[in-house]
């Protein structure tokens, strides 16, 4: 069998659902988070995909998904310290409670 | 060789120019062109060193450092605009004039938030020297994401935008709005920059491994794929990563939630800087990369246009606390200036550029005021301000102006900037748009007059408790003398800037047609 | 040298503007600390005002001289062929504005150190002095009509400060408050008439209107009837800064501002910028002969009634603003009948006789105060006064000139100009010679009917004044006077008066009707002024029996107030006795004020209110409702933003799926 682009884009795409699927049910603070990092996984698949298969040459997917990683590990960290401030301030992470800035 | 799905057909790409490249010398990279980036990231290094080495100590100065450090970038900028047009970075970076004049306007904005926030940051007994470097960051980001001509590098000056402003947002961490205003921005932000990010994803496999903006254009043309699903999909992947930035409508719900939550001088920065780079992004990315669905694009921005505007506009007038408020304004005004992006016309552009200068100082004029009302009376309550000009005159003349202006009162500047997006509409043929726009800009100035008149109306009698107890003015506390020039500052250039608007038109339009780019436009424009 | 003259014209509106920037910047940022200087400030003010009134008098001189007008313009703003310039036109016309409105400000300033000094707004009153008369210049220099109302809304908005001055008196807001909104109206046709020939001639220089609309009318291109109607816009705006029938209620009220202004704005300087704009405007009324027949009449018409209600006020600053009235109508009447230098003429004479008038009623204020106490009603009431001469003879001396000024008794200066009105009205239609005629006496009635019961007689203090006759006109004030007898006011005061009283004698002479350098003047530009006295030519005959005919007039009109007011005052009006309904008539303005509070006031506010109650009955349906279907709908949006996260997160990606499909699909 011979692995297809597609099958990659799929993957990626699927990837891509759960992780808006999770970033919108879930109730855990911490969880949202890691739906975004599913999030970004998704798009360095993409990314690795199409640098294997359309740019072996300079594989530039390549150093961007790099970059991604580099910003998602960024990215972790400032939302961990957020919610470690929130939670500090309101003993919870529960999603359902930030809502005191409304309408 | 792999197997590659049906819908790519690649054509043979052509070989590399000069092996030569490879090995790139400092000088080929160009780096001229980024000095004013390098002045800033060298003066919140210092701003970063002198904090670490003298504490608190350091903060009577480092502002001033500060602040000089970015009034060095924009006139680093000065000078860049009068040399040839330069590509930086093999490409990656545009030095050209429409990038210019947006890089000196969210290097102005971060000069002036800094400005404002000293006596806010004191106040709150946080530390300055953090919040300035943070600051910087973004500002960095905006600047670097205002000229980037690359996809690696357009998402990362993004991200240094973004992840600066989160931390911003929820600088105030014993405050738990600040904590969830910063939380909701983060989630938002990372939401959409995956989405963004997916599209430049698709966009990378579309064009056959090219990052560069202008090379994946050539390729999806030459692939003649320009009006495909793809292409498309990537198109609204995109846009709704810049439409985040810009608090457009349906991308919009963050913003009140934020203003709201963040601290006043991080709001006045995003408000402006961080829309500006936006702007910026929006006009470079869309014009060069998706030429072939120009009227897509277009008309995606026409409804996300139609939409801000009525939504922001409407929404606003039921608000009760000003920076709220000011939050649906700004989306309204984003709408304004989405006008000028949809009709995709060199006056449009140039009429943006116009309009963000003039929003500029009109918004950060206004949020000064707003600082300063919350500093001494400790609320953004509208119906607090009532009976203020009996106690407080400067502040009085300062806001009602700003609102006014914002407005599009004649002869304040904001009415020449809505003038002429409205005129660049009608040229273009844009009825809809232009006469959305009117309709909405009269709903706004009842909620700016609502406000304007609860501080000037009312009787002794009506005052509000705070202003009641509003205190003695004294200028003499550290950081308000700075805050007090600011809000000088930015309401004299609100009322005057409208009768220099012609000096700065013309500004505006030589950015347009000189910067490369946009040639493709002007020339369509002129048939 | 000249040229370089020239290029500094703009100074002349600018400086003004600096010093009220200076000193307003100073009250909104060390508002204590710039209050306290006081003086300081009136000194950079003046001494600003000065450097004006010098540039704008070398101006004048070499324009007199024969220098060619001086246009300049620049770009303000271009929008594609939309192209508008603003800049600055010295001409002979705007040089000798110039002159007029800088000698009366800077006298008015003089004066006003004297009448403000005790009072608590005495800096803020000196920024508004220098903002209104750097407007004013402004206006005068103006080369098109968009720059025209840019200015004409600034000294509008300038005389709206200055009426409710003092804001803390009921009267002074409301009064404000009225001659905003009847201005509102006034300025709503201007702006409709300028866009009306914009929209017709795509020009908005004066002279550029003018020669498109011969040639459009010539080719048929324009109706002549809609021609007309625009002129009659433009002239709406006149009517309303001139305070001409019916949208003149305002002036009088406008009289609750410091006296000062009074003399300033609402006597010399911005009620005549109507006239101004409709000499700068003829060129293009001349094609317009119906637009000029309304603008001949609305003028006669002003001008009796003006003086019909000036013959019984009692209260002195009410009495001089409906004399202004009148005069304004006398300057509409002969730019309607296309004189436009014999209206520019009495513009200038009336400018210094009447802000002397006002000046010397405002130092009979000041003098009265000290008697009455500072209560407006009682200072400013006649019946209170008489025989003012003897503690205040300078101003007593000067009101006597202005007096006889304005009743048009030769050599003063308001005879001449009074006189070539009414000569060059006659030409034109007998009927509005008869009205000015008329009117002349009635002003000479009126005006020494004032003289009298403020300067002569014996001094009568609070025994006739309001509240002798009906108590409960006065029920609620104290009489709190700290003197028995008035006194001449300072020499701050008294100077201006003295020095306003030489070109109110003098100035009349430049006009002699067999010599008129003033017409030749205005008329010819461009050339060196060289009057040949024509006294060969001149019809002796009949000038000597349109002046007889008009001094005489004065002459009963003098008499007729020295038998009726001579003697000594009962507090009883001759008048009232002799004639009540139509004294009634009269001293009720006509009943004017009620007729509209009845006819479009209380209907309005009736709909208003009706408009109000619908809005509850029947919430929805109605289309004037969209204000709160909007509010409604903003209510109803805002809970979109429900405050969770998640939510806009999917609304997010929901729109991104909608969009991709919308694109996609068209």
Not at chain 2, 208 to 215: D, F, H, I, K, V
Not at chain 3, 89 to 105: P, Q
Not at chain 3, 326 to 333: A, D, F, H
Not at chain 3, 492 to 515: D, E, H, N, Q, Y
Request: proline share 4%; with cysteine; glycine share 10%.
């Amino acid at each position: 069998m011979v692995l297809q682009l597609n099958y990659f884009l799929l993957l990626a795409a699927a990837l891509f659902c759960i992780g808006i699927y999770g970033l919108v049910t879930s109730r855990n603070a911490v969880r949202v988070l890691m739906s975004v990092e599913l999030l970004l996984n998704a798009v360095n698949l993409n990314f690795l995909a199409f640098a294997n298969y359309l740019d072996p040459a300079d594989i530039k997917g390549q150093v961007f998904a790099v970059f991604v990683i580099t910003v998602a590990a960024a990215e972790a960290a400032v939302g961990l310290a957020i919610v470690l401030a929130i939670y500090r301030n309101r003993d919870t992470i529960d999603m359902e409670r930030f809502n005191l800035l409304k309408w | 060789m792999p197997q590659l799905p049906n819908w790519i057909n690649l054509v043979e790409k052509e070989p590399p120019e000069d092996l030569a490249m490879d090995v790139v010398s400092l000088a080929a990279l160009n780096t001229g062109t980024i000095v004013p980036e390098l002045l800033v990231i060298g003066t919140l290094l210092l701003v970063l060193l002198a904090d670490l080495l003298s504490g608190r100590q350091a903060s009577r100065w480092t502002p001033y450092l500060a602040v000089v450090g970015l009034i060095g970038a924009v006139v680093s900028l000065g000078f860049q605009w009068n040399m040839p047009v330069a590509e930086g970075f093999l490409g990656s970076f545009q030095a050209d004039h429409l990038g210019i004049l947006f890089r000196g306007l969210v290097a102005l904005a971060g000069a002036l938030s800094i400005l404002m926030a000293i006596r806010y940051v004191n106040e709150a007994g946080s530390a300055l020297g953090e919040y300035m470097t943070i600051l910087l960051v973004a500002t960095v980001g905006g600047m670097f994401l205002a000229g980037s001509d690359e996809m690696v590098m357009v998402f990362v000056a993004l991200e240094t935008l973004g992840l600066a402003s989160y931390l911003l947002a929820g600088y105030m961490k014993r405050d738990v709005r600040s904590n969830e205003a910063a939380l909701k921005y983060l989630l938002i932000g990372a939401t959409s920059s995956a989405i963004f990010l997916y599209g430049l994803s698709l966009l990378y496999g579309l064009s056959g491994g090219e990052t560069r903006l202008s090379a994946i254009a050539q390729q999806l043309a030459r692939q003649d794929i320009s009006q495909s699903l793809g292409v498309l999909m990537a198109l609204v992947f995109v846009i709704a990563g810049i439409a985040f930035k810009l608090s457009a409508v349906p991308f919009h719900q963050w913003t009140p939630d934020v203003y709201e939550g963040s601290p006043t001088p991080v709001v006045a920065f995003l408000s402006v800087g961080s829309k500006a780079a936006g702007f910026a992004l929006a006009i470079r990315l869309l014009v060069t990369v998706f030429p072939g669905a120009t009227e897509q694009w277009q008309f995606v921005f026409e409804s996300l246009a139609i939409l801000s505007m009525v939504l922001g506009n409407v929404v606003a007038l039921t608000q009760t606390s000003l920076k709220r408020l000011l939050a649906y304004s700004s989306i309204g005004q984003a709408g304004f200036l989405m006008i000028g992006l949809a009709i995709g016309t060199p006056e449009g552009y140039a009429s943006i550029l116009f309009y963000a200068f003039i929003y500029l100082f009109t918004n950060l004029g206004a949020f000064a005021c707003v600082i300063l009302f919350s500093l001494r009376a400790g609320t953004d309550e509208i119906n607090e301000y009532a009976g203020l000009y009996q106690k407080d005159p400067l502040l009085t003349l300062g806001l009602s102006l700003c609102l006014l202006s914002l407005g599009g009162i004649p002869p304040l500047s904001g009415f020449f900037g809505k003038l002429y997006i409205f005129w660049a509409g009608w040229q273009a043929g844009a009825y809809t748009l232009v006469l959305v726009g009117l309709v909405t800009s009269v709903i706004s100035i009842y909620y700016y007059i609502r406000v304007v008149r609860m501080i000037v109306v009312k009787e002794p009698q009506e005052m509000s408790l705070a202003v009641q107890n509003y205190p003695a003015l004294t200028w003499d506390m550290a950081g308000l003398p700075e805050l007090r020039a600011t809000l000088i500052a930015c309401v004299v250039v609100t009322a005057v800037a409208g009768l220099l608007a012609n000096p700065l038109l013309t500004l505006a339009n030589n950015a347009v047609t000189s910067t490369p780019f946009l040639q493709p436009q002007i020339q369509v424009a002129q048939k | 040298m000249e040229q370089a003259l020239y290029q500094y014209a703009w100074l002349v509106p600018v400086l003004p503007l600096l010093g009220a920037t200076l000193v307003g910047t100073g009250l909104i940022t060390f508002g204590e600390w710039t209050s306290r200087l006081r003086r300081g400030n009136a000194v950079l003010i003046l001494l600003l005002m000065g450097v004006s009134l010098t540039l704008s008098v070398a101006l004048f001189w070499s324009q007199v001289l024969g220098h060619d007008p001086y246009t300049w313009n620049f770009t303000w703003a271009v929008a594609g062929p939309f192209h508008l310039e603003m800049g600055l036109v010295v001409d002979r016309l705007s040089s000798l504005m110039l002159v007029i409105v800088t000698t009366v400000a800077l006298l008015v300033m003089i004066y006003s150190d004297g009448y403000m000094a005790h009072d608590r707004g005495y800096s803020r009153f000196f920024a508004y002095l220098s903002l209104f008369s750097a407007s004013m210049l402004g206006l005068v220099l103006s080369p098109n009509l968009v720059q025209v109302y840019v200015f004409w809304e600034l000294v509008g908005m300038c005389s709206y400060l200055l009426i409710g001055f003092w804001y803390d008196r009921v009267a002074a807001r409301e009064a404000a408050q009225k001659a905003f909104v009847v201005n509102r109206v006034g300025d709503f046709g201007l702006l409709l008439g300028i866009l009306g020939f914009y929209w017709a001639t795509g020009q908005l220089e004066f002279t550029g209107i003018a020669d498109r609309v011969a040639e459009l009318l010539a080719a048929g291109a324009l109706p002549m009837w809609v021609a007309t109607g625009f002129g009659i816009l433009v002239f709406l705006g006149p009517v309303a800064k001139s305070a001409q029938v019916p949208l003149h209620v305002w002036l009088p009220d406008a009289m609750e501002g410091p006296t000062p202004i009074s003399a300033l704005i609402h006597a010399a300087t911005m009620v005549a910028a109507g006239v101004f704009l409709l000499a700068r405007m003829m060129p293009v009324y001349e094609h317009l002969p119906v637009t000029l027949q309304v603008v001949a009449w609305t003028g006669a018409f002003t001008a009796f009634l003006g003086a019909t209600i000036a013959l019984t006020q009692n209260d002195i600053k009410k009495g001089l603003a409906y004399s202004t009235i009148s005069q304004l109508g006398y300057m509409v009447m002969a730019m309607g009948v296309a004189v436009p230098a014999a209206g520019m003429f009495h513009l200038m004479t009336h400018a210094y006789f009447k802000a002397m008038l006002f000046l010397g009623s405002g130092s009979v204020i000041h003098g009265m105060e000290a008697v009455v106490g500072h209560d407006p009603i009682k200072a400013q009431d006649m019946r209170n006064m008489g025989g003012l001469r003897k503690y205040m003879p300078i101003t007593a001396a000067t009101f006597l000139i202005g007096t006889l000024a304005i009743c048009g008794i030769p050599p003063f200066a308001g005879f001449w100009s009074k006189d070539e009105i009414l000569h060059v009205a006659f030409e034109a239609n007998w009927g509005l010679w008869l009205v000015g005629w008329l009117t002349a006496g009635m002003t000479a009635f009126y005006m020494f009917r004032m003289y009298l019961l403020t300067f002569g007689g014996e001094f009568r203090g609070l025994a006739f004044g309001p509240g002798a006759m009906q108590v409960e006109e006065l029920a609620h004030t104290e009489t709190h006077g700290h003197a028995s007898e008035p006194h001449e006011s300072p020499l701050t005061m008294t100077l201006p008066l003295v020095i306003l009283a030489v070109p109110s004698v003098l100035v009349g002479l430049v006009g002699l009707p067999f010599a008129n350098y003033f017409e030749h003047f205005l008329e010819e530009p461009g050339s060196a002024l060289q009057v040949v006295p024509e006294l060969a030519g001149f019809d002796w005959g009949e000038f000597l029996l349109m002046a007889g005919s008009s001094v005489g007039i004065g002459l009963i009109g003098i008499t007729l107030a020295f038998v009726s007011y001579g003697g000594k005052f009962t507090g009883v009006e001759p008048l009232a006795e002799r004639f009540p309904t139509l004294y009634e008539f009269s001293l009720n303005k006509w009943y004017l004020d009620e007729l509209y509070e009845r006819w479009f006031a209380l209907p309005l506010r009736r709909l208003a209110r009706q408009a109000l109650e619908t809005d509850y009955r029947i919430i929805d349906g109605l289309v004037n409702l969209t204000g709160l279907v909007t509010l409604v709908t903003g209510e109803v949006l805002k809970y979109l933003n429900n405050g969770r996260v998640q939510t806009y997160a999917l609304v997010i990606l929901v729109a991104v799926l909608g969009l991709v499909l919308v694109s996609g699909l068209s």
